[in-house]
């Protein structure tokens, strides 16, 4: 098992990376002490994977617990989803000291983590990640946050979890497409800072692909301590470090309010596609050269990411842009590589710019 510890002062946690090591879960529970009652925030899929086996190692130990189910996909970030899930904790939360557990993925994490920010001001949450994108990202920092009509996470809050407890024999239970999703967060954390995870991927994608456990421990590990890095220099995100962290988030998130986080295009993808948007851009501005920007955008598509958009709006694209929290002042915000392993970020990218790199990215009509 490898710990990674992330350095925030009292709201420092640790990252554990290991494999078929689910019996010291509850030992790792006790000693934080964070109560007795665990409350199991996961989909019907995980549970039924999954449930028995957690249940029975936590009872082992002592705890209680309960399980609260939630729909797939992002239709469970919706503020009914948000409001069921907190008044059925609060029906188990009688003469109790209750802690979340985050089964699952991106959508499980992000859900269960707000509704721990807000239940009575804050309870302790765990982050147990099952999916690549989750254990290599949006496990990790503290971001939580639940989606409106208007864009997604668009309703959030800082709040740092316990423990993040990254068990890599979870991925074998994933379909192919997981795996080539989380590795459009895997490639960013290359070309933000880590240019010899970026050449690993490049040289083992095939390995990487194929579920390959020294491959895939390797890659949750690189991701996993170049965010906390990052994190720990900019926890709430205010000091314009932690800001690199959303190459390829501003068009991606657009991409997925266009189709109303429909299957068409996940997460994964559709950061693949901002990355490659963010490629174009930086081109334009001369800040990338041809050798880097091929780089990239071989390494997207040899890893099964898309690298051109069909059936989506451009306008609709465009409009979802425009609601994107990151805009500062009205002024819109990109993180833009210069080279593998750095990037900078550029405030008020003419429109025009913006524009182009969206449309280049859809495929020409005689495909």
Same mark, same amino acid.
Do not use: W
């Given at each position: 098992?490898?710990?990674?510890?992330?350095?925030?002062?009292?709201?420092?946690?640790?990252?554990?990376?290991?494999?078929?090591?689910?019996?010291?879960?509850?030992?790792?529970?006790?000693?934080?002490?964070?109560?007795?009652?665990?409350?199991?925030?996961?989909?019907?899929?995980?549970?039924?994977?999954?449930?028995?086996?957690?249940?029975?190692?936590?009872?082992?130990?002592?705890?209680?617990?309960?399980?609260?189910?939630?729909?797939?996909?992002?239709?469970?970030?919706?503020?009914?989803?948000?409001?069921?899930?907190?008044?059925?904790?609060?029906?188990?939360?009688?003469?109790?000291?209750?802690?979340?557990?985050?089964?699952?993925?991106?959508?499980?994490?992000?859900?269960?983590?707000?509704?721990?920010?807000?239940?009575?001001?804050?309870?302790?949450?765990?982050?147990?990640?099952?999916?690549?994108?989750?254990?290599?990202?949006?496990?990790?920092?503290?971001?939580?946050?639940?989606?409106?009509?208007?864009?997604?996470?668009?309703?959030?809050?800082?709040?740092?979890?316990?423990?993040?407890?990254?068990?890599?024999?979870?991925?074998?239970?994933?379909?192919?497409?997981?795996?080539?999703?989380?590795?459009?967060?895997?490639?960013?954390?290359?070309?933000?800072?880590?240019?010899?995870?970026?050449?690993?991927?490049?040289?083992?994608?095939?390995?990487?692909?194929?579920?390959?456990?020294?491959?895939?421990?390797?890659?949750?590990?690189?991701?996993?301590?170049?965010?906390?890095?990052?994190?720990?220099?900019?926890?709430?995100?205010?000091?314009?470090?932690?800001?690199?962290?959303?190459?390829?988030?501003?068009?991606? $998130?657009?991409?997925?309010?266009?189709?109303?986080?429909?299957?068409?295009?996940?997460?994964?993808?559709?950061?693949?596609?901002?990355?490659?948007?963010?490629?174009?851009?930086?081109?334009?501005?001369?800040?990338?050269?041809?050798?880097?920007?091929?780089?990239?955008?071989?390494?997207?598509?040899?890893?099964?990411?898309?690298?051109?958009?069909?059936?989506?709006?451009?306008?609709?694209?465009?409009?979802?842009?425009? $609601?994107?929290?990151?805009?500062?002042?009205?002024?819109?915000?990109?993180?833009?590589?210069?080279?593998?392993?750095?990037?900078?970020?550029?405030?008020?990218?003419?429109?025009?710019?913006?524009?182009?790199?969206?449309?280049?990215?859809?495929?020409?009509?005689?495909?």
């Amino acid at each position: 098992m490898k710990k990674i510890k992330v350095n925030l002062g009292k709201n420092s946690y640790d990252i554990l990376i290991c494999s078929n090591e689910l019996n010291k879960l509850g030992p790792c529970l006790k000693r934080l002490n964070i109560g007795r009652d665990a409350i199991i925030v996961t989909n019907a899929n995980l549970k039924k994977l999954f449930g028995n086996k957690i249940e029975r190692l936590l009872v082992s130990n002592g705890f209680s617990v309960k399980f609260e189910t939630i729909p797939d996909g992002e239709k469970a970030k919706s503020e009914k989803e948000c409001m069921r899930l907190l008044n059925n904790i609060s029906k188990i939360d009688t003469l109790r000291r209750v802690f979340i557990i985050a089964l699952g993925g991106g959508v499980v994490g992000d859900l269960a983590g707000f509704a721990a920010s807000v239940y009575k001001r804050g309870i302790p949450y765990v982050q147990i990640p099952t999916t690549l994108l989750s254990q290599v990202d949006s496990a990790i920092g503290g971001k939580t946050a639940i989606d409106l009509s208007a864009g997604k996470n668009l309703v959030g809050a800082f709040y740092q979890p316990k423990l993040v407890f990254s068990d890599i024999s979870f991925l074998k239970s994933l379909p192919a497409k997981e795996i080539i999703s989380g590795l459009a967060e895997a490639v960013k954390y290359g070309i933000i800072n880590s240019p010899d995870l970026f050449s690993f991927i490049e040289k083992n994608y095939r390995k990487i692909l194929k579920n390959d456990k020294k491959c895939m421990q390797r890659v949750v590990y690189k991701c996993s301590f170049a965010k906390a890095r990052i994190v720990e220099k900019d926890e709430m995100d205010n000091k314009n470090i932690r800001v690199v962290l959303n190459l390829g988030h501003t068009i991606g $998130h657009a991409i997925e309010a266009a189709i109303s986080y429909r299957k068409s295009y996940n997460h994964g993808q559709a950061v693949a596609l901002g990355l490659v948007s963010s490629v174009y851009i930086a081109e334009k501005m001369g800040l990338l050269t041809e050798n880097n920007s091929r780089r990239i955008k071989n390494v997207i598509k040899n890893v099964g990411l898309p690298i051109k958009l069909k059936d989506v709006s451009l306008k609709n694209i465009l409009s979802a842009q425009s $609601h994107d929290k990151k805009f500062i002042h009205g002024k819109n915000r990109f993180v833009l590589p210069v080279k593998i392993g750095k990037v900078i970020v550029k405030e008020s990218v003419p429109e025009h710019m913006v524009r182009d790199a969206i449309q280049k990215l859809y495929e020409s009509k005689k495909r």
